[in-house]
């Protein structure tokens, strides 16, 4: 916030995207980000936030906390229903004041790196344009990630590098860049340290290293964009009209 760094990216375990005020839950103790949005709010002297969470998971908590506020877009982008179950659904859209200001993206099943970054470009985005945060959050689970044991995505670094883009592009343009990724999940050990390494390569501009495991699950056949995917994700953008510059 002070402008010391570009970005961050906060390493810290457990995760925290299912916690709610009053309970724990799926691995999860504390809301993290709720605590650094509100933080920010008290101590920081801005009012809007934007939280992104592309952990594979519904963002269940931001949901729950922040869905009657206006002042924080949560924009959660999840396989349809896999965790909290029954969790996340298009027609939750926040209640109150804070109506239009919840957005979710429950991609179908098997979704790959095409619905991924149609669903950047087509929701995401232009949400944050609408919004125009202070201040960018993202809950970075990288669990989407295509050997993931906990869900059914198959998203390679190149998903990952999109959706990294697609925040650093919004924090660039309301938010003077001042973007900050926070860990979720993500439980392949082959496969989330490379996810991992592409997003911080991406937020900082250099390269290190070339993904391993790119050239076998990349190759695999469903990276395009198919149609259902294609009509969940135009069906979520008709709600981005409601997100306005409060
Ligand atoms: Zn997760």
């Given at each position: 916030m002070n402008g010391t760094v570009d970005n961050g990216y906060a390493l810290v375990n457990?995760?925290?995207?299912?916690?709610?005020p009053e309970t724990g839950l799926g691995f999860c103790i504390f809301n993290n980000v709720a605590v650094a949005v509100r933080h920010a709010q008290a101590?920081?002297?801005?009012?809007r936030i934007a939280i992104v969470d592309?952990?594979?998971?519904?963002?269940?908590g931001a949901q729950a906390i922040?869905?009657?506020?206006?002042s924080v877009l949560t924009v959660s982008l999840h396989q349809?229903?896999?965790?909290?179950?029954?969790?996340?659904?298009?027609?939750?859209?926040?209640?109150?004041?804070?109506?239009?200001y919840n957005i979710n993206i429950?991609?179908?099943?098997?979704?790959?790196d095409g619905g991924y970054q149609y669903a950047a470009q087509t929701v995401i985005g232009p949400a944050l344009e609408a919004f125009a945060p202070e201040l960018v959050l993202v809950a970075s689970?990288?669990?989407?990630?295509?050997?993931?044991?906990?869900?059914r995505q198959l998203v390679t670094t190149r998903g990952f590098i999109t959706l990294t883009e697609t925040v650093m592009a919004a924090a660039d343009r309301?938010?003077?860049?001042r973007l900050v990724l926070v860990q979720e999940g993500g439980y392949s050990p082959v496969y989330v340290p490379f996810c991992g390494l592409a997003t911080i390569e991406t937020l900082a501009g250099v390269h290190v290293?070339?993904?391993?495991?790119l050239p076998v699950v990349g190759g695999m056949g469903g990276h395009d964009l198919e149609p259902h995917q294609k009509a969940l994700v135009d069906l979520v953008a008709e709600h981005v009209t409601d997100v306005h510059h409060p």
């Open positions: 457990p995760a925290g995207h299912h916690a709610l101590e920081l002297g801005i009012e592309w952990d594979v998971h519904h963002g269940n922040f869905g009657e506020d206006p349809d229903r896999c965790f909290p179950p029954n969790s996340g659904l298009v027609t939750d859209r926040g209640t109150g004041a804070g109506h239009g429950p991609m179908p099943v098997g979704t790959r689970g990288f669990d989407p990630n295509a050997m993931d044991p906990l869900a309301s938010a003077q860049g290293l070339d993904d391993a495991i």
